[in-house]
């Protein structure tokens, strides 16, 4: 298989969909790697690099698309990638289409086999895919909120930690999965008062006998979410529902109570958010905007701000499926692998997942209806 990796196109993406580890491992299977030039240098990975794995470095971004038989990448394709798309082309990359509706009609009317990293899913409900970038994400979630909470980036002044005498600053997770619990470890170690909701009492009589006392958690309601966010110094988006269009949980009365210089980080905003008064993306050259006197920040792709960790993160996690679909072709590697199945959200022009289809008031058809007509 000929497995094409362009650079990513989207702003301030840094990322790239491929190692030199994994030039190596596909090409030792018997496989072709294109690679568009550059498309590793946001990374701190140069051409070099991937040719001595085995690569060939392309210039032209066209024909990385139009000679490859799988592509590989981090984000979703933006309008201008469009033109690209062809029956029977595999793309496996990050697509959150539940807010895209121009992309999945797009996938749908070029039949692409579109495969979301987002979607592939364990027997467990993990995400392993899914799962590094989020951790990425929690992470940089309190980095970037106490930078917005200094005064001179419009904040209301507060150190995370306080000092001996001054109490520290007020952070309210909302959502208690991978996203929130890696918020929490990294607010939790700044020394932060933290509040963590969920509707998963086990997962919260986890978190508290880990954190033995040290996190309130909070049962998610309107009524306990009212109240924690109105007094929060910082809130952090961590809603999911995989495939979905997020719930938009945190609603503009709530964020309307919350003190001017406060700050909200919607880490949601991949799958349309989840904070009412967020009704857009941001982008690492203009992160944050200003409504209510709330600091909003909204960026869709969080982790391209640490791109040399978040790649590699990414694809230790994604090699491996990559692999499965070169070697065995996608329509083999998909009917052996369930986990690989819940991530075909578009197949021969038809919605696959429903939380897609849901999203989009389309046709939801099952997978293996679509598989058998093929």
């Not at 794995?53 to 490859?68: L, N, R």
């Not at 086999?113 to 899914?130: F, H, M, N, W």
């Not at 507060?158 to 005498?165: C, D, E, F, I, Y």
């Not at 920040?297 to 790649?311: D, E, I, Q």
Request: proline fraction near 6%; aromatic fraction near 6%; include cysteine.
């Amino acid at each position: 298989m000929i497995v094409g990796v362009p650079k990513e196109i989207k702003a301030q993406e840094n990322r790239v969909a491929i190692t030199p580890a994994g030039v190596d491992a596909l090409v030792r299977a018997g496989h072709k790697v294109l690679i568009e030039k550059g498309a590793g240098e946001g990374s701190g990975i140069s051409d070099e690099s991937y040719k001595s794995a085995g690569a060939e470095i392309i210039s032209d971004a066209a024909y990385v698309w139009e000679k490859s038989d799988m592509i590989v990448k981090v984000k979703e394709p933006l309008p201008s990638e469009y033109k690209y798309f062809r029956d029977g082309l595999i793309l496996f990359t990050y697509l959150h289409l539940a807010p895209e509706p121009e992309l999945t009609r797009a996938l749908m009317e070029k039949n692409v086999v579109s495969i979301a990293y987002e979607t592939v899913q364990k027997e467990d409900g993990s995400l392993p895919l899914l799962t590094p970038m989020s951790e990425v994400a929690g992470r940089l979630a309190i980095q970037e909120g106490s930078i917005y909470l200094e005064k001179f980036r419009g904040g209301k002044g507060v150190l995370l930690s306080g000092v001996p005498g001054v109490p520290p600053a007020s952070i309210v997770i909302v959502g208690a999965g991978t996203v929130g619990v890696n918020a929490l470890k990294r607010a939790v170690g700044m020394g932060a008062k933290v509040t963590i909701l969920d509707v998963n009492v086990n997962r919260l009589r986890y978190l508290d006998d880990i954190y033995q006392g040290r996190v309130e958690t909070l049962y998610s309601n309107r009524f306990n979410l009212m109240k924690a966010v109105s007094e929060a110094d910082l809130v952090i988006g961590a809603v999911l529902i995989p495939g979905a269009k997020a719930p938009k949980l945190i609603t503009e009365e709530m964020v309307q109570a919350m003190e001017p210089g406060s700050v909200i980080v919607d880490v949601a905003i991949d799958q349309g958010g989840c904070v009412e008064t967020i009704d857009h993306p941001t982008t690492h050259a203009e992160p944050v905007f200003v409504k209510h006197g709330v600091i909003h920040y909204a960026v869709a792709n969080m982790p391209g701000a640490v791109p040399r960790t978040s790649t590699f993160a990414l694809t230790n996690a994604t090699l491996p499926y990559a692999l499965e679909i070169a070697n065995k072709g996608w329509k083999k590697a998909v009917m052996e692998n369930k986990a690989l199945a819940k991530g075909v959200n578009v197949l021969n022009g038809k919605i696959t997942y429903k939380a897609v289809a849901e999203a989009h008031n389309l046709p939801y058809t099952p997978l293996e209806e679509v598989l058998s007509e093929i």
